[in-house]
């Protein structure tokens, strides 16, 4: 969490600073800074909230400066507020970091020791002490950083300055990403290229344990031990439109209706007609895929509900177990892996702490081998799991996740096909499920035309407080996943349940302020749900049914609804019913007015633990 911006330019580069924050705020938004060198001359703006309060206070009173590093912020040691917020400057040095210092208070201890004192609650005015106590020695800002990370735990990105130094900033990354951006005369740092598009498409993206030098003329980069690295220079192919926000009238809303092209892109060139093509798990995927006789999946959030559905899709088509858990647990739990276990990794970001950390606890845990299913190719999940599938929803901004799920969902729909074919699958069924998967964009966008009678609907939901989420067999995930994007951006508080699970506990909550929303496609499990669904009606409950066509639903009008989803076939109906209820939580928020793409307490990148 938390972005960062450094610039070293001729030109003044607040406005670029600043810019680049706004570009960076799913990455966290609770307050935000930026500190510009002018020749000797130190500016630091700070501000609680978001970055536009900081952009408020430097067009009320702009200044020129051609060095800078700027920062917005998703708080892990102490609160929101303007002296929290980042850059935090020790006499001569100024940073700005991302991550967490783990071993901070020692630091802190020893620092206060040798007569330090501290302006902030954070972990990072360490780094910023560290760095000066080394620059009055003597040291060059590089030499400086270097010995501060060295003395660091944790994981971190940051860039400092020094005073006395403008024209140069320095940056280092362990755990979180840095890239670099190359322009004429001018050079840049950031967390993400999104950043950097508005002044450079050339890039480079910087590895673990690396120490960047920027200057005007130059950009170097070292490894801890202070010797010379290369790195390639990359042009990114990110374009602008897809980092801005068009005629929607949120990002949230904008990447909803991306879906079918999102889909359809994970799609490309990787379906035949009976099957997935050859090499789509890269030149070893197959040999690998075939020894496979279990699946561990983890991952965090909306992509481990995407897991959960490709738990169902696996050991039904492949037959192979299946055990999906949150990285967060499973990183801290003494793991039986059976013997030839894939160990998959689901991660739009490909950046979040707990699922970096449970891939990396994998070498020793003996795995056959290990499986990345992210949306960003540049990031460390990408290049540290053996093989790679990746999703190509392109960047989400909203930090509900929305496409990157769908494509999550499409990428996991391969991975079960392909596993069917070497575990048994008939051709047959293999056939008909591949054209289903071809058919997926084409049904999303179906769904999509609910969107005025699920506007409609949420006109139901504005003043509630709870809501109840049912669903059976890999339409529990989906419940799930509706539940999560009702409460994290309208607040609604929202439980999901497997509809069997009803009357085991959660039937006891349901009367006439309990709305229970079921998803219900016409499949095996339809009779079972609808048994369910009449307990709801016998106890007062208002029902909003998704169903598929034919389910013979009715509803009284006074206690509820039936809307009609275009099913799109068995296989991908998980993913079919997911944008009705995307859509539910979308018009939700819009109409409780809350902040839809960046909601209160949250950030899209959890990169911390
Ligand atoms: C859901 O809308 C959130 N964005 C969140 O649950 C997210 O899925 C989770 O933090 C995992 O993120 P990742 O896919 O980038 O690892």
């Avoid at 996991?412 to 058919?439: F, N, Q, S, V, Y």
Wanted: hydrophobic residues 45%.
């Amino acid at each position: 969490m938390c972005g960062i911006v450094a610039a070293v330019a001729q030109r003044d580069v607040a406005p670029i600073l600043i810019a680049g924050l706004k570009a960076l705020e799913y990455r966290g938004y609770d307050s935000a800074g930026i500190a510009v060198l002018d020749g000797a001359h130190l500016r630091r703006l700070r501000a609680k909230g978001k970055v536009r309060e900081v952009e408020a206070l430097y067009e009320a009173d702009p200044f020129p400066g051609g060095t800078g590093i700027a920062h917005t912020r998703w708080a892990t040691h102490g609160a929101p507020s303007e002296r929290n917020a980042h850059p935090h400057a020790s006499g001569r040095a100024v940073v700005v970091h991302n991550g967490i210092i783990e071993n901070h208070a020692a630091l802190r201890e020893a620092l206060r020791e040798r007569g330090r004192e501290f302006a902030s609650d954070t972990d990072t005015e360490v780094i910023a002490h560290l760095v000066d106590e080394a620059l009055a020695q003597g040291k060059s800002l590089r030499e400086a950083v270097r010995e501060a990370v060295g003395q660091l735990h944790g994981a971190y990105a940051i860039a400092v300055l020094d005073v006395e130094a403008p024209g140069v900033v320095v940056g280092a990354r362990r755990g979180s990403p840095l890239v670099a951006g190359i322009g004429i005369g001018e050079h840049f740092l950031a967390s993400d290229v999104q950043a950097l598009i508005q002044v450079t498409r050339r890039v480079i993206y910087l590895e673990e344990n690396d120490l960047v030098e920027i200057r005007r003329e130059s950009v170097e980069v070292f490894g801890m031990d202070g010797t010379p690295r290369q790195r390639a220079e990359q042009t990114s192919e990110l374009s602008s439109d897809a980092v801005e926000r068009g005629e929607y009238r949120h990002y949230m809303q904008k990447e909803i209706f991306e879906q079918p092209r999102a889909v359809a892109d994970t799609l490309e060139g990787r379906l035949g007609e009976d099957g997935v093509l050859p090499n789509v798990f890269g030149v070893d995927g197959e040999s690998l895929l075939t020894r496979v006789r279990g699946l561990h999946i983890v991952a965090c959030g909306t992509s481990y509900h995407a897991g959960m559905v490709a738990k169902y899709w696996i050991e039904s088509l492949a037959r192979l177990p299946v055990s999906v858990e949150v990285a967060s647990e499973y990183r801290y739990r003494d793991v039986v892996v059976p013997e030839d276990t894939l160990f998959v990794a689901i991660s739009q970001s490909g950046e979040t702490a707990d699922t970096l950390s449970a891939l990396r606890e994998t070498a020793r845990r003996g795995y056959l081998g290990t499986l990345g299913i992210c949306n960003v190719p540049e990031s460390s999940l990408v290049r540290e799991a053996d093989l790679k599938l990746m999703t190509r929803a392109g960047p989400e901004i909203g930090v509900a996740s929305t496409k990157a799920f769908t494509t999550q969902l499409t990428a996991l729909a391969l991975l079960a096909l392909e596993l069917g074919r070497l575990h048994g699958l008939d051709e047959t069924r293999r056939r008909h499920l591949t054209a289903e998967l071809k058919h997926l964009p084409a049904a999303i966008e179906a769904a999509l035309q609910c969107e005025p009678a699920i506007e409609a609907l949420a006109e139901q939901f504005v003043h509630r407080q709870h809501a109840l989420f049912l669903g059976r067999g890999a339409q529990y995930p989906v419940a799930l996943e509706g539940a999560l994007k009702l409460k994290e951006i309208s607040y609604i508080h929202a439980e999901a349940y497997p509809a069997g699970e009803l009357k085991h506990g959660p039937l006891a909550l349901v009367d006439e302020d309990m709305p229970v929303i079921a998803v219900a496609p016409n499949n095996a499990m339809l009779d079972k749900l609808k048994s369910n669904l009449q307990e709801v009606r016998a106890r007062g409950g208002e029902l909003y049914v998704l169903a598929g066509k034919d389910t013979g639903m009715e509803i009284d009008a006074e206690r509820g609804e039936v809307i009609e989803v275009p099913l799109g076939g068995h296989f991908v109906a998980p993913v079919v019913f997911t944008v009705p209820l995307q859509l539910l939580a979308y018009h939700v928020a819009v109409l409780r007015g809350t902040d839809v793409d960046q909601p209160r307490n949250l950030a899209k990148s959890v990169t911390v633990e």
